[in-house]
């Protein structure tokens, strides 16, 4: 009786650690889809940044 109880608290054990595991990697692939949005945002900041750059370069120039 005594090997069945600790048999079935081992097998509880492993299901847990599955859980955490399927849970660990739903966390991970949630924070990989925000990093790649804020990629995306920081790209679009970056080429808009070149823009306005070139543009106020093009002004002084045209000033000059």
């Known amino acids: 009786m005594r ?3 600790k048999m ?3 097998i509880e054990a492993m ?4 859980r955490m595991v399927k ?3 739903k966390i991970a692939e949630e ?3 925000i990093i790649i ?3 995306g945002t920081i790209l679009v900041a ?3 940044n070149q823009m306005v750059n070139t543009m106020n ?5 045209e000033d000059l």
Do not use: F, P
């Not at 299901?15 to 599955?18: A, G, P």
């Not at 370069?57 to 120039?61: D, E, S, Y």
């Open 46 to 48: 970056s080429i808009n």
């Open 8 to 10: 079935l608290k081992g």
């Open 37 to 39: 949005k804020m990629e």
């Open 15 to 18: 299901i847990d650690v599955q």
């Open 23 to 25: 849970n660990l990697k």
């Open 57 to 61: 370069i093009t002004q002084i120039l």
């Open 31 to 33: 924070t990989n889809t």
């Open 3 to 5: 090997l069945y109880y």
